[in-house]
């Protein structure tokens, strides 16, 4: 291994107590303690993994947890209903549907009923449309999660090659926005697109977010490049990425791990969204009452 490791399990250590300690101060400045509203449908065990991390950590982290968990044949009507109620409670400083939704559901319509001001993870079309038009809003956790874990590393995005694969409204799309902002030279690459492996070994930063197991090898990663894997994928050996770790952290400068690279990222940042998302709630309803 001649890579360097990116751990994403420390630097979102440290962004929690970041986190944390906004918290503390935001709750004796204002007396509102943020709360986080995470909507869980269904059984899927991945997503009830990941929605207790991160109700645990919300609570760790100094907010208040507010969770709904609701029956997998839910009606679509129910669930807008529910969103409509937490959009209106001041109570509520984030609201979070876990996504993928039962296939009954439309996750769209649903996303789009959470103001953008409790849109922690960025998804609605209004933050989608902010982040596309390089306006101040809420981004999207994973996304945003990936640059903090590039900043890490002391490397200086601007003018650099980054190459995303995959353009999920989620991940890629809002990855390839982000890398933009930075001044980052950026392709995004999806299922469609020819040769890979020209592609992708012209990055100095590789993101890989196909959702395909093992998809990038050696053969993928100019020597030295920085490559960030989003993937993650239950299998019998345990949790792996999208990234052949490796023979890649053969030939890469810096590479971040699956498990304890960006998943654990994904969750500080919805914090640090959550906390921001409170206060520029309360910084409304102080504009609000002095008109
Ligand atoms: N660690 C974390 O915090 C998170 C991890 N994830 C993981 O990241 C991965 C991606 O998630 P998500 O974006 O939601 O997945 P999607 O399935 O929504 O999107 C996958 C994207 O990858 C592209 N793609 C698929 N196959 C290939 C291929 N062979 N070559 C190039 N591009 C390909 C698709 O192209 P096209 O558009 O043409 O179909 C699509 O744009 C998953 O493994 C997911 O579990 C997701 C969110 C958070
Ligand atoms: N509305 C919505 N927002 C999301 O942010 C969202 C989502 N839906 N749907 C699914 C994906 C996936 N995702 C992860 C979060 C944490 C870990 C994580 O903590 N992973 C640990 C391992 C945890 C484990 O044991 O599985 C790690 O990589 O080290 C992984 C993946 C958020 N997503």
Not at 10 to 30: D, L, P, Q, S, Y
Not at 179 to 189: D, F, I, K, Q
Request: aromatic fraction near 2%; hydrophobic fraction near 45%.
């Amino acid at each position: 291994m001649t890579a360097q490791l990116i751990d994403g399990t420390r630097i979102a250590r440290e962004v929690r107590a970041r986190v944390a300690a906004e918290v503390t101060e935001f709750r004796e400045r204002t007396g509102i303690v943020p709360g986080l509203a995470t909507i869980l449908v269904g059984e899927d065990p991945a997503s009830e993994v990941y929605v207790r991390n991160k109700r645990r950590l919300a609570v760790e982290t100094g907010m208040a947890d507010l969770h709904r968990h609701l029956d997998a044949d839910v009606a679509q009507p129910t669930v807008a209903a529910i969103i409509e109620e937490l959009a209106h409670d001041d109570a509520v400083s984030g609201i979070l549907l876990q996504l993928p939704l039962p296939r009954h559901l439309e996750s769209g319509p649903l996303i789009d009923l959470i103001p953008a001001l409790k849109d922690v993870d960025g998804l609605t079309t209004l933050s989608a449309g902010l982040l596309a038009r390089g306006r101040p809003g809420l981004r999207p956790c994973t996304p945003s999660g990936v640059i903090t874990l590039i900043d890490s590393t002391g490397i200086s995005l601007e003018g650099l090659n980054a190459v995303v694969v995959g353009r999920s409204e989620l991940v890629g799309g809002p990855m390839s926005r982000l890398l933009l902002e930075r001044n980052a030279t950026v392709t995004t690459a999806h299922s469609r697109t020819r040769d890979l492996v020209a592609v992708a070994s012209e990055a100095d930063v590789l993101i890989a977010a196909a959702g395909v197991p093992h998809l990038i090898g050696a053969e993928h990663v100019k020597p030295g490049a920085v490559v960030i894997d989003v993937g993650i994928h239950r299998t019998e050996s345990g949790l792996t990425g999208d990234v052949r770790f490796d023979e890649v952290s053969a030939v890469a400068g810096w590479i971040t791990p699956v498990p304890g690279g960006v998943g654990p990222m994904t969750i500080a940042t919805l914090l640090a969204n959550t906390v921001t998302a409170a206060r520029m709630q309360w910084e409304q309803r102080q504009l609000a009452s002095r008109a």
